[in-house]
Nanobody, 125 residues
Framework: QVQLAESGGGSVQAGASLTLSCAASGLDSDEYSMGWFRQTPGKERSLVAAIKWTGDNTVYGSSVKGRFTIDKYGPKNTVYLRMHSLTPEDPAVYYC??????????????????WGQGTQVTVSS
């Protein structure tokens, strides 16, 4: 059974940094690419960042480019989202997803095969 467990969410002030972790179990990290999405009430889940299973290809949402970094530098089957210079536009529930392919569609939530439960990020100004 595939499980994705996000952690690291919390409440910070604008300008601060926060790192989210996604620990995957029940899947082969050499076969799945991973993505971070975020969602606010009444809106669709939108891509924050995605990383190919090889670790050498990444995609970022336009609003986070240059501020957020996705990587797999750590325990196997763990993906990190390193968020810097957080703004009041960044609060959301952040979800980790796994997709067994890679292509232009990695920015599309419904293409993902598995999801975690999400972790809340709050930014105060």
């Amino acid at each position: 059974q595939v499980q994705l467990a996000e952690s690291g969410g919390g409440s910070v002030q604008a300008g601060a940094s926060l790192t989210l972790s996604c620990a995957a179990s029940g899947l082969d990290s050499d076969e799945y690419s991973m993505g971070w999405f975020r969602q606010t009430p009444g809106k669709e889940r939108s891509l924050v960042a995605a990383i190919k299973w090889t670790g050498d290809n990444t995609v970022y949402g336009s609003s986070v480019k240059g501020r957020f970094t996705i990587d797999k530098y750590g325990p196997k089957n763990t993906v990190y989202l390193r968020m810097h210079s957080l703004t009041p536009e960044d609060p959301a529930v952040y979800y980790c997803g796994a997709i067994r392919s890679w292509g232009p569609f990695v920015d599309t939530a419904y293409r993902y095969d598995h999801w975690g439960q999400g972790t809340q990020v709050t930014v105060s100004s």
